[in-house]
């Protein structure tokens, strides 16, 4: 399905724009739980005039973002050795260095720190893949 027809479908209004609770439904469709906030940053991201609607012109910078969302998800599950969804601090200590080497250009040095510091000292604590994307996504959205 192209952007066109992704766009036609969400757009239940059939005003020629998609709204917060219409992004929120595509993100739904790939599987995820997101948060107001993070469904805000998309819509914020997309919305190049802010008149606090994505036209269908603007949501062409959605498809952009989807994508980076995909490849994140599947560095998630890569991580997550033990298939459970969620990542624990060993699964990530085993995998900052890698991460940071890898993709420190695209989302600065920062970021694995940042995520190791999700667990604050608890290490029985786990990240689910919503927890990730928001970090990852923090300064970029």
Same mark, same amino acid.
């Given at each position: 399905?192209?952007?066109?027809?992704?766009?036609?479908?969400?757009?239940? /209004?059939?005003?020629?724009?998609?709204?917060? /609770?219409?992004?929120?439904?595509?993100?739904?469709?790939?599987?995820?739980?997101?948060?107001?906030?993070? !469904?805000?940053?998309?819509?914020?991201?997309?919305?190049?005039?802010?008149?606090?609607? !994505?036209?269908?012109?603007?949501?062409?910078?959605?498809?952009?973002?989807?994508?980076?969302?995909?490849?994140?998800?599947?560095?998630?599950?890569?991580?997550?050795?033990?298939? /459970?969804?969620?990542?624990?601090?060993?699964?990530?200590?085993?995998?900052?260095?890698?991460?940071?080497?890898?993709?420190?250009?695209?989302?600065?040095?920062?970021?694995?720190?940042?995520?190791?510091?999700?667990?604050?000292?608890?290490?029985?604590?786990?990240?689910?893949?919503?927890?990730?994307?928001?970090?990852?996504?923090?300064?970029?959205?």
């Amino acid at each position: 399905m192209d952007v066109d027809q992704i766009f036609t479908q969400l757009d239940k /209004s059939g005003d020629g724009t998609i709204d917060s /609770s219409e992004i929120a439904t595509l993100l739904e469709m790939i599987q995820l739980k997101p948060s107001e906030k993070f !469904v805000e940053r998309v819509k914020n991201k997309c919305d190049a005039n802010s008149d606090g609607k !994505v036209t269908k012109d603007e949501a062409a910078d959605i498809a952009a973002v989807f994508q980076e969302m995909s490849d994140l998800t599947m560095l998630f599950v890569e991580f997550d050795e033990d298939f /459970s969804q969620k990542m624990s601090f060993e699964e990530m200590r085993k995998r900052a260095s890698t991460f940071y080497t890898d993709n420190a250009d695209k989302y600065g040095g920062g970021k694995a720190m940042e995520i190791m510091n999700h667990w604050a000292g608890d290490k029985d604590k786990e990240m689910t893949l919503e927890e990730f994307l928001e970090i990852m996504f923090e300064d970029r959205l």
